[in-house]
């Protein structure tokens, strides 16, 4: 059953184009996250939110900002689309604290032309 | 930086075979690792988490970990076609804001 939903499923854009992938989860976690996984698969973290709160950001290029409404919401901004940006990037959330299970949803692949 | 690998890249076996995945990762003040599952097109979904030394079941599944060597160990039994997809060792440590550090996965194959 999805829990943690991510809109598009997929985007293709061209270099320089702004882009924005949007998540949702009805778990009622506190903590979401934003993950690429690039062509060998390979999961990194880009950003975690907490109460509308910034905590991590990991080296991600300025190009890239997370956007939050509220603690349900987390969307990702891409401001000017490079080549390397294309991969699948996911979004996830967990309860706060310890080190509980991670949700993650279905991904948004963006193809940069 | 933490780092984690996994091995073998990939497996192939016949359905009813015992599946046996490795992850050797870099920092043993990581808290918990988990193991997930990832199909084609799909986000990865955690299957099952151990924190302290020793093994853990639950159903056909066996995590095996042994913090003085780094290593971790994931089995299925009576392993199915379903059972087909990529696997992903991941860790985490104190502060779970610093998100989970995953490896490459292996890409497991059963056939009918």
């Known amino acids: 059953e999805t829990a943690v939903f991510q809109t598009p499923n997929y985007h293709v854009t061209q270099v320089g184009n702004e882009v924005s992938f949007n998540c949702k989860q009805t778990?009622?976690?506190?903590?979401m996250y934003w993950y690429k996984q690039d062509s060998k698969k390979l999961l990194k973290i880009m950003f975690s939110?907490?109460?509308?709160?910034?905590?991590v950001n990991e080296t991600v290029p300025r190009r890239f900002s997370p956007q939050s409404s509220d603690k349900a919401h987390l969307n990702l901004r891409i401001k000017s689309v490079e080549p390397e940006d294309s991969a699948v990037y996911l979004c996830?959330?967990?309860?706060?604290?310890?080190?509980?299970?991670?949700?993650f949803g279905p991904g948004t692949r963006l193809t940069v032309l | 930086q933490e780092k984690v690998q996994q091995s073998p890249e990939s497996l192939i076996v016949p359905e009813g075979a015992m599946v046996s995945l490795n992850c050797s990762f870099s920092?043993?003040?990581?808290?918990s690792i988990w193991w997930y599952q990832q199909h084609p097109g799909k986000g990865p979904k955690a299957l099952i988490?151990?924190?302290?030394?020793g093994n853990k079941k639950e159903g056909r599944l066996t995590v095996y970990l042994n913090r003085a060597s780094l290593h971790v160990s994931l089995h299925i039994k009576d392993s199915q076609p379903s059972d087909s997809a990529v696997y992903l060792c991941?860790?985490?440590?104190?502060?779970?804001?610093?998100?989970?550090?995953f490896g490459l996965g292996t890409r497991v194959s059963v056939f009918p």
């Open positions: 939110y907490n109460n509308k709160q910034l905590i």
């Open positions: 991941a860790v985490s440590d104190n502060n779970y804001a610093q998100g989970l550090t």
């Open positions: 920092d043993s003040a990581s808290q």
């Open positions: 988490s151990i924190f302290s030394n």
């Open positions: 996830a959330s967990s309860p706060t604290g310890g080190v509980a299970e991670q949700f």
């Open positions: 778990l009622g976690h506190d903590t």
